[in-house]
């Protein structure tokens, strides 16, 4: 018998092109309806591989990646799967995996660099187990801090948003598509999600299209200019359509005004959820031809999808080519993976070997390093080693690993605690890191002291006589992982539990005190925390955010980080970000202040920075330059540190409403003591752009303001003004 000749989409060879073409016209209705489906694999029953046939699947871990990719290969074109999983801040839910800081603390940093480092470490150790894509980084903006998926974030501005997200993207995607450490980086959730009502998860975003353009798409169009290849919907709806039926947002936006050409992937049952919870379609058949005619590549966890599309196929309603049309995309991002020739199968020893990388510790260790933010000193860090003789360590998260670790990780409500944990011993507690750092001889005594998610305070005598018997209290408060996540929004922003009371005992000691905040959001302070001596910002701080804290704590490192999210005094400042739109009646509520405790961009340091001689390369600038400026800082203190400097724009008067001031670039300077260095950043012409009423980017003429400084703050920051032309 003759031999049977290779396919043409089996040749490398051949262009893309060629073999998408080559593979689609061998493809029945039903396997393109199947390739174009993302399953859940947390079954024991895998037969769905050989009947629906998904094109990707998520959610399997270890040996059950190879048995997913044997039973495809089974089936009649043998075409791979793409396998997908939520290694969010680090492989979230691998055991023993490296997690690092949260989104939202890994922020705090301003560090691209280091965002691409975590990613790429991430990569390092996802690749190996199987896994070709990450849903990561989220890219919304942080609103209504009530919503409980502020710690997903990287904080409330759009430009730091889009600078973070490409850099994490970058290392995702290491040296390209066909890298084999490298996984796909999927941008989400686009767009608007985060703008809910009453903070609650999901629910309508009252946004226009300029809205959207001017604030929550610029993030998701950088994430696209630098490489993401895949995008996930939102699970909200704006102006009475859900994002999955959204055509403006997701085929004229996304893909033919960006040029977007990799796929686009609905959120959890985002298709299903417009016929059992929008309840704008009747059926999952009419749910199935509104999604992909808005622009939808993949479709995730919506199991009556096959049978929806199919039998919109049949009577007409969907066309073969819309079918046709997402699964091309989807197949030439596997060919360009080089899926066909390696499916890149799970190597656990492989993937152990990564896992124990000291590299990769480092890397954490480094992370949260530069993610803690000292908010509050009057004198009393770093603690003197030399004299300190006894310590109290008091909280509930003091020594929570769990709650360090922060959502998104085992333990977290995202998978069943019959999943385990990561092993306590590589996380490095509050508690751990100064019991480690501590000096020879100093004595430390813990006490819990009350609980978060009730007001048993039976702790509380215990916490008050290692308090009393201290030189100096450290005081671990925040929230719990019940308390944050998806669909875990919070109606308050106040401690909750026994912290409140725990912490009006502890002012009453007299004793000097340091507040730890291990949380994942903002959280509203007591007035008994805000007369600390010191407080220092943790959110989720990650494996080795101990020893950090700790490192800060005894000298060893002088804390760098900014906010890039606002705490509020109250909850009813909401929102309370830097950036608000110009125009009201007052600048207060009438009966509180509408300033934030800490803003956008503060950070305090062990030595000081003084900012001088803010200049520009001209007092005017024509149609499409950029401006070149430059500031000069001083470390004026006795300390070695790194200062953040940050430049925002102000046009002061636009043809419509604006913000006041918008941040536009930023630069961290190492600096000795008495040193004096000079910041010079380039603003692009992009930099002046406003999004005018008819919903266009553009730059009117006129006077603008550049300031630069230490955080957004009026009062921080130098001024210079320019005229553009």
Not at 32 to 49: E, N, T, Y
Not at 370 to 395: F, H, M, W, Y
Not at 486 to 499: D, F, H, I, M, Y
Not at 517 to 537: C, D, H, M, Q, T
Request: net charge negative; aromatic share 6%; hydrophobic share 40%.
């Amino acid at each position: 018998m003759p031999n049977t000749p290779t396919p043409a989409y089996r040749d490398p060879s051949l262009s893309i092109e060629a073999r998408v073409a080559d593979l689609l016209g061998r493809m029945t209705l039903a396997e393109k309806v199947g390739q174009i489906m993302l399953a859940d694999g947390r079954v024991d029953d895998l037969s769905f591989v050989n009947t629906t046939q998904p094109g990707s699947i998520l959610h399997v871990l270890g040996e059950k990646v190879n048995r997913v990719m044997d039973l495809a290969a089974q089936n009649r074109l043998a075409i791979p799967l793409i396998i997908g999983e939520d290694a969010i801040h680090g492989h979230s839910f691998w055991k023993g995996a490296t997690i690092f800081p949260s989104q939202l603390a890994l922020a705090a940093s301003w560090n691209p660099a280091l965002l691409e480092q975590v990613g790429r470490v991430t990569a390092e150790e996802v690749a190996p187990t199987g896994i070709h894509w990450t849903f990561s980084p989220v890219l919304c903006l942080a609103r209504d801090l009530r919503w409980g998926r502020i710690d997903e974030t990287f904080g409330e501005d759009p430009y730091l948003i889009g600078e973070l997200g490409a850099a994490m993207i970058r290392g995702y995607q290491g040296q390209g598509l066909d890298d084999p450490t490298a996984v796909l980086a999927t941008a989400k959730h686009y767009a608007g999600y985060s703008e809910t009502q009453g903070g609650r998860d999901a629910s309508e975003a009252d946004l226009s299209r300029r809205k959207l353009r001017s604030y929550f798409l610029p993030p998701f169009e950088r994430a696209a200019r630098a490489g993401a290849m895949t995008f996930m919907t939102g699970y909200q709806s704006i102006e009475g359509q859900p994002s999955t039926a959204n055509h403006w947002l997701l085929t004229e936006v996304l893909k033919d005004e960006w040029g977007f050409r990799g796929v686009l992937v609905t959120d959890w049952d985002n298709t299903g959820r417009m016929v059992h919870e929008q309840r704008v379609c009747a059926t999952y058949s009419e749910a199935a031809v509104v999604a992909l005619r808005a622009g939808n590549d993949i479709i995730m966890v919506t199991p009556q999808f096959y049978e929806g599309a199919l039998e919109a196929l049949r009577d007409g309603r969907l066309s073969e080519s819309e079918i046709d049309a997402p699964c091309a995309r989807l197949l030439a991002l596997k060919f360009r993976m080089g899926l066909f020739e390696n499916p890149r199968r799970a190597d656990l020893a492989h993937a152990a070997v990564e896992i124990a990388r000291p590299e990769h510790r480092a890397a954490n260790l480094d992370a949260a390093r530069q993610s803690l933010v000292l908010l509050q000193n009057n004198g009393l860090l770093p603690l003197d080693r030399t004299k300190l003789k006894s310590l109290a360590v008091i909280g509930p998260n003091a020594d929570d690993d769990l709650q360090q670790l922060g959502d998104w990780s085992l333990g977290s409500s995202q998978h069943p605690k019959a999943a385990g944990k990561h092993p306590r011993e590589k996380t490095i507690s509050v508690l751990d890191g100064l019991r480690a750092l501590a000096p020879a001889g100093c004595e430390i005594r813990y006490e819990p002291g009350c609980a978060i998610l009730n007001d048993d305070l039976s702790g509380l005598p215990a916490a008050l006589a290692a308090a009393q018997a201290a030189e100096v209290v450290v005081v671990v408060v925040g929230d719990s992982l019940d308390l944050t996540g998806e669909t875990l929004s919070t109606a308050t922003l106040e401690l909750q539990g026994g912290q409140v009371a725990l912490l009006d005992a502890l002012e009453k000691t007299g004793k000097p005190m340091l507040v730890v905040l291990v949380n994942g959001k903002p959280l509203v302070l007591p007035p008994s925390a805000k007369r600390a001596a010191a407080i220092i910002e943790c959110f989720n701080p990650g494996m080795q955010g101990g020893q950090a804290l700790a490192e800060a704590v005894f000298g060893q490192l002088n804390p760098s980080g900014k906010l890039t999210i606002s705490i509020p005094v109250h909850v009813g400042q909401q929102p309370v970000f830097y950036s608000q739109v110009r125009g009201q009646h007052g600048s207060r509520y009438a009966d509180l202040t509408q300033e934030p405790l800490f803003p956008f961009g503060h950070g305090l340091s062990y030595t000081q920075y003084a900012y001088s001689n803010l200049r520009i390369s001209s007092p005017t600038l024509a149609s499409g330059q950029a401006l070149e400026m430059c500031v000069d800082v001083e470390n004026v203190g006795a300390r070695a540190g790194m200062e953040i400097v940050q430049v925002y724009v102000s046009d002061v008067v636009t043809s419509a409403t604006w913000v006041d001031k918008a941040l536009k670039g930023f630069a961290r300077l190492s600096l000795a003591p008495g040193e004096r260095q000079t910041a010079r950043l380039t603003l692009p012409w992009q930099a002046f752009q406003i999004v005018n009423a008819a919903g266009a980017s553009v730059v009117e003429p006129g006077e603008f303001v550049i300031l630069a400084g230490p955080s957004s703050r009026d009062r921080d920051l130098l001024r210079v003004s320019l005229r553009v032309g």
